[in-house]
């Protein structure tokens, strides 16, 4: 059961049919399509189409040798991609899909050079979102999509922030409301015999690891590209900087001291002084990954100098949070 923090509401918008019916449309014909996942928006182009993917790349500003994650319908269409699919792998994904897990696995040659990066492995996942779900069934393949956003910035959680990114240069967005996991999912790597969390995202480890039976180590610095595991990703134009909740408000007053404009990311719970600006983000995981996106989003339109950011428990989607919360202050190339 996903943890909502109280008072939240979780929107939905239905999408008219004729909407849906146009993403298939363009979707054939080689269009892009930004679509709502439970995650992060996706910006989506027929995994078999190379040119499409060509466009996805060109329009995020991601390199080519990146490879993105095939979205499929079902569980049943695994196979068809994946041509070694090991017990743990089936077990994940009976447990897990739809929903916030992407598994990889060896490539058959329906996954091409242009979605893997020339890897000999595709990453693959079935999102747990109405919306995608519909227009992968009716599109019966496989969309690459990666987070919506261009390449090292926040990733979208509204269809609003997608359009503030990209404006024009996708040919559809589709407003699914706010995402509800609202951090990237969780990549296993089931393509050796030593099962591997290449990203940690919004199924928590302890899940993973509860259904395999096992630890399974997160590797973020593997051989292979994982552009989430750059170290300075997911970066908003102000400086990050990390605190535990307790020394929160020294760390503003010490910024201050210097003549910073200071925001804080925090809880609802943490007393601040009454002129510094908070960007309500729970303690509780879940909820902290849900909003977090949004709340970098908002605060770097305020033209602060620096967000000091209050890091969540370390367990459950806390891991992830912190995660993104590390890159977002890591130094900036
Ligand atoms: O929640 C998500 O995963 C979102 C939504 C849209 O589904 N997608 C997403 O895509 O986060 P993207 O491209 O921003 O991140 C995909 C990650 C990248 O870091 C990429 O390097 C990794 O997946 N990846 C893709 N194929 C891989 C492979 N064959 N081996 C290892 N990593 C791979
Ligand atoms: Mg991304």
Redesign the pocket.
Known sequence: MPMFPPGATVRRRMIAPESLERAVELLRHGGVVALPTET?YGLSANAEDELAVRRVFAIKGRPATHPLIVHIPGVEHLNTWAREVPEAARKLAEAFWPGPLTLVLPRTARATDAVTGGQDTVALRVPNHPVALAVLQKLGGGLAA??A?R?GKV?PTTAEHVREDLGGDVDLVLDGGPCTVGV?STIVDLSSNEPAILRPGGLAAEDVERVLGRKVPVRTSSKVRV??SLES??APRAGVVLTEPVQAVARVQELRGQGLRVGVLGPASLALPPDVPRFDVPDEPAGAARVLYARLREADTQGHDVLVACLPAESGLGIAVRDRLSRAAAPRG
């Open positions: 992060v990666p987070s956003n390449f990733s990237e552009s989430g990703h997911y």
